[in-house]
């Protein structure tokens, strides 16, 4: 399906499916909520790598955000806060920790439990980055108008939603 289009945004042409590398995408492929997601996150990689920080990933980003709105909160209600499992969320943990943007201490009450705190160099870090993802966060919805991006927003959450609930049932 050589000919077959990608939908574009208003007022931009759209373009072959495979354009980039000159290969028909099976529609089967096309038609995938999957398949486009995992297209979206590859590419969103990608540019997170060059316009934020090659360093920083887009995880360790929301754990020093939701760290820094919530300090001392235990490590796993940061995963669930962040989107992630604990096992993901205990390895970035132990990442910023390494790098000295965070420091893990053990709740009084419970030793078992990591409670999270961010230091000055990790402030720092978080503050510089702050404004690089902001402008990415504008690139990225650039197709859509003001208007528009708080409803593509809304049904991007809904589908994260329901998706999140589908991977509990099953």
Same mark, same amino acid.
Do not use: C, N
């Given at each position: ?92 943990? %132990? *990442? &910023?920790?390494? !790098?000295? $943007?965070?420091?893990?201490? /053990? ?7 990591? @409670? =999270? ?16 993802? %902001? *402008? &990415?966060?504008? !690139?990225? $919805?650039?197709?859509?108008? /003001? ?7 809304? @049904? =991007? ?14």
């Amino acid at each position: 399906m050589a000919d077959e289009t990608i939908p574009s945004a208003p007022g931009t042409a759209s373009a072959p499916v495979g354009a980039a590398s000159g290969t028909a995408i099976p529609h089967a492929l096309t038609a995938a909520p999957g398949y486009q997601v995992r297209r979206l996150y590859q590419a969103y990689l990608a540019v997170w790598v060059r316009a934020v920080d090659p360093t920083l990933t887009g995880p360790q980003f929301a754990v020093l955000t939701a760290v820094a709105s919530a300090p001392g909160r235990d490590q796993r209600s940061m995963a669930s806060a962040v989107a992630l499992d604990t096992s993901t969320m205990a390895d970035v943990a %132990r *990442r &910023l920790e390494t !790098r000295g $943007l965070i420091v893990r201490r /053990a709740d009084a009450a419970d030793g078992r439990r990591k @409670l =999270l705190f961010l230091t000055g160099e990790g402030e720092r870090t978080l503050h510089a980055a702050q404004e690089r993802v %902001r *402008r &990415l966060d504008e !690139r990225l $919805l650039a197709p859509y108008d /003001a208007g528009q991006r708080p409803e593509v927003l809304r @049904l =991007l959450t809904s589908l994260a939603d329901h998706w999140e609930g589908l991977a509990g049932e099953l």
